[in-house]
């Protein structure tokens, strides 16, 4: 098992990696939880799937499971279901120093997060993330929210969690495409920050992906200490630390934008792209040499994920893909900063790009 410490002083915590944690959830979950009764926010999906695992696991301890089921998707992020779920937290008799467990990928993460950072004004929860991406991003930092009218995530709060049980047992029942879209966050920490382990997953990719355990639990482990770290330097990225864990997401908001926010680009893969992206315009402007931004390519290519804008078929311009980035809520003071490359393993915010420059990068990459 990897345990990795999440150092944020009084709001320290940790985030265990390895199989079979919710088999034994009742040993890991027993000093966070007082009452007898302990709320599980879930999707039907997931609960179909480990439900009855997590309710025997708890039961060896003493407790009971209190189900709150959100529809699977993205639509639970909502104001309705914000409400429904703290009305419901409160008729359970959630207080204070009670805990939460948020059983699910991010959508579930963000949605109870949120929850406990506003109930009382503020519980406990923990995370049980059971998607790739969960595991590695979106269960870890504390950063929790709603989508609105106007844009995903602009309604929330940070608010870490109390321990974070990322079981390798659930990947191995996640879609295939999904499993790969959250590699792409995986992959991402290489390119950011980490030449080692960029080369190592160049190695070892296919493995991850075929769920062999020595080499998920390294490349799991390894991406949570990545961001562990981060966001302990930074916890509410206002140092342009943070901020890098952004990389590709810039590109990448403006490919989901344009795919309507569906599945015809799952968020990983606008993540992944982006991320080439961010490399071929690092390139392009003379940051990172071009057989680097040809790794990156490559390296996302080999997991599966689309390496190219001809790859998702889009019938627009750069023009268009730039109007979306307007929106993004990453815009600051009027500019928009972008995470560029330096070198693989070297990235920094880049705050003085022009998005008439983006246009015409696009415009070269849609022919190319
Ligand atoms: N997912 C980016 C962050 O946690 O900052």
Redesign the pocket.
Same mark, same amino acid.
């Given at each position: 098992m990897a345990v990795i410490p999440v150092a944020l002083g009084g709001r320290s915590y940790e985030v265990q990696v390895a199989r079979g944690l919710i088999e034994d959830a009742g040993h890991h979950l027993a000093p966070y939880l007082r009452k007898r009764e302990v709320p599980v926010v879930v999707d039907a999906n997931v609960r179909r799937l480990w439900g009855a695992r997590i309710e025997a696991a708890l039961a060896v301890e003493g407790h009971q499971l209190r189900w709150f089921e959100v529809p699977p998707g993205e639509g639970a992020k909502s104001w309705e279901w914000l409400a429904r779920l703290t009305d419901w937290l409160l008729d359970q008799g959630v207080e204070r120093g009670d805990h939460v467990m948020a059983l699910g990928g991010g959508v579930v993460g963000d949605l109870t997060g949120f929850a406990c950072a506003i109930l009382k004004r503020g519980c406990g929860f923990v995370q049980v993330p059971t998607t790739l991406l969960a595991q590695v991003?979106?269960s %870890? !930092? !504390? *950063?929790t929210a709603i989508n609105t009218a106007a844009g995903k995530n602009l309604v929330g709060a940070f608010h870490q969690p109390s321990l974070v049980l990322a079981d390798l047992d659930v990947l191995g029942t996640l879609p295939p495409r999904e499993l790969r879209a959250g590699y792409a +966050?995986v992959l991402k920490y290489g390119v950011l920050g980490d030449r080692a382990f960029f080369d190592w997953l160049a190695a070892n990719g296919a493995a991850v992906l075929a769920l062999e355990e020595a080499a998920l639990e390294h490349a799991v482990a390894t991406s949570v200490a990545a *961001?562990a770290a981060? %966001?302990a330097a930074d916890e509410r +990225?206002t140092e342009d630390k943070?901020?890098l864990?952004?990389l590709g997401?810039t590109f990448g908001h403006a490919l989901e934008a344009e795919t309507g926010f569906s599945d015809r680009l799952l968020h990983g893969e606008g993540v992944a792209l982006g991320m080439v992206l961010a490399a071929r315009y690092s390139a392009r402007i003379g940051l990172l040499t071009a057989p680097d931004a040809d790794k990156v390519a490559a390296a996302v290519g080999a997991a599966g994920l689309p390496a190219s804008l001809s790859a998702i078929g889009l019938d627009c311009n750069g023009k268009t893909l730039v109007a979306h980035m307007l929106h993004d809520k990453k815009m600051d003071a009027g500019t928009l900063p972008f995470i560029l490359l330096h070198a693989i393993g070297e990235a920094f915010v880049s705050r003085d790009v022009a998005l008439a420059d983006i246009a015409a990068f696009l415009d070269e990459e849609l022919a190319r």
């Open positions: 991003d979106s %870890v !930092g !504390g *950063k +966050e *961001k981060i %966001v +990225e943070r901020a864990l952004n997401h």
